[in-house]
């Protein structure tokens, strides 16, 4: 578990301050995109027809994919508990079909019982307590034959080799803020124990495996040993240099080797 968050309240603090400040200064996956839409986003977007479907966005943060969903036809509502996300929402992303609310889902969840076509929650699951419990909270807002798309990080490559080795044997502080690290056999159980129907597939490849993981370690790697009071610039350029050398240019391939993981449930 992270060092810095324990709870969802901890975790409600860091992101109020983060989307102050601005999230695009913030977050690694914004800091490296060079898109217009991230990549998260854009593939989620991809994944089914939005046209006519009733969707519910935990989590929207400021507000970029519902309104990207509901530019593509959807009813969208979205919900986030950090006030700071949901102003800037509404003030940088407005459509006729889409609404935001300031909530946290559990204490709201009576009221969407079998309300919607689509649950999106985009980088949540990973922050959030009991998250399986979550998954099932987010399976009761479904209408029959309802669907829910997740992404959260996917560990299995060598970012994730090289960081978890970090956090499990030297409770090292890699990320700021996620209270779990998950694979896709711990989804591959819960369909199969909601008896819900499951694809998965993960992407940002570069990031797991590659160029982008190598600028990403150049970034965060410095900060990790820093907040350890560790200095060894020298041992992280090397490591850094024998990654790019030696170990990435073998072959990574499979589709469980980018650095996000996107699952789609179905009932």
Same mark, same amino acid.
């Given at each position: 578990?992270?060092?810095?968050?324990?709870?969802?309240?901890?975790?409600?603090?860091?992101?109020?301050?983060?989307?102050? =400040? @601005?999230?695009?200064?913030?977050?690694?996956?914004?800091?490296?995109?060079?898109? *217009?839409?991230?990549?998260?986003?854009?593939?989620? &977007?991809?994944?089914?027809?939005?046209?006519?479907?009733?969707?519910?966005?935990? @989590?929207?943060?400021?507000?970029? %994919?519902?309104?990207?969903?509901?530019?593509?036809?959807?009813?969208?509502?979205?919900?986030?508990?950090?006030?700071?996300?949901?102003?800037? +929402?509404?003030?940088?992303?407005?459509?006729?079909?889409?609404?935001?609310?300031?909530?946290?889902?559990?204490?709201?969840?009576? *009221?969407?019982?079998?309300?919607?076509?689509? =649950?999106?929650?985009?980088?949540?699951?990973?922050?959030?307590?009991?998250?399986?419990?979550?998954?099932?909270?987010?399976?009761?807002?479904?209408?029959?034959?309802?669907?829910?798309?997740?992404?959260?990080?996917?560990?299995?490559?060598?970012?994730?080799? =090289?960081?978890?080795?970090? &956090?499990?044997? %030297?409770?090292?502080?890699?990320? &700021?803020?996620? &209270?779990?690290?998950?694979?896709?056999?711990?989804?591959?159980?819960?369909? *199969?124990?909601?008896?819900?129907?499951?694809?998965?597939?993960?992407?940002?490849?570069?990031? @797991?495996?590659?160029? =982008?993981?190598?600028?990403?370690?150049?970034?965060?790697?410095?900060?990790?040993?820093?907040?350890?009071?560790?200095?060894?610039?020298?041992?992280?350029?090397?490591?850094?240099?024998?990654?790019?050398?030696? +170990?990435?240019?073998?072959?990574?391939?499979?589709?469980?080797? @980018? +650095?996000?993981?996107?699952?789609?449930?179905?009932?």
């Amino acid at each position: 578990m992270n060092r810095k968050v324990k709870t969802n309240r901890d975790l409600r603090k860091i992101y109020n301050g983060a989307f102050s =400040v @601005g999230e695009k200064q913030h977050f690694t996956k914004l800091v490296l995109n060079k898109k *217009k839409i991230p990549s998260e986003d854009g593939e989620v &977007l991809k994944q089914i027809s939005w046209r006519g479907k009733r969707v519910l966005d935990v @989590g929207c943060g400021t507000g970029l %994919f519902a309104y990207e969903a509901a530019k593509r036809g959807a009813r969208v509502v979205g919900v986030d508990y950090s006030e700071v996300a949901i102003r800037e +929402a509404t003030a940088t992303y407005t459509h006729p079909h889409l609404e935001y609310r300031i909530e946290n889902i559990q204490k709201t969840a009576r *009221k969407y019982k079998r309300m919607f076509d689509v =649950v999106v929650s985009l980088g949540t699951l990973e922050h959030l307590d009991n998250p399986m419990e979550k998954l099932s909270l987010f399976s009761s807002f479904l209408k029959s034959g309802g669907e829910i798309i997740i992404t959260t990080p996917n560990w299995v490559n060598p970012r994730g080799f =090289v960081l978890q080795t970090m &956090l499990q044997l %030297f409770d090292a502080p890699i990320t &700021l803020a996620d &209270l779990h690290y998950f694979s896709p056999r711990v989804f591959e159980k819960w369909a *199969k124990k909601r008896h819900l129907k499951l694809s998965w597939r993960t992407f940002d490849v570069s990031w @797991g495996t590659g160029a =982008v993981m190598i600028a990403d370690f150049k970034r965060r790697l410095p900060n990790v040993l820093r907040d350890m009071n560790i200095k060894n610039d020298a041992g992280i350029q090397s490591f850094i240099a024998w990654l790019e050398t030696e +170990a990435l240019t073998f072959p990574w391939k499979g589709k469980h080797v @980018g +650095a996000t993981g996107l699952y789609h449930f179905r009932k």
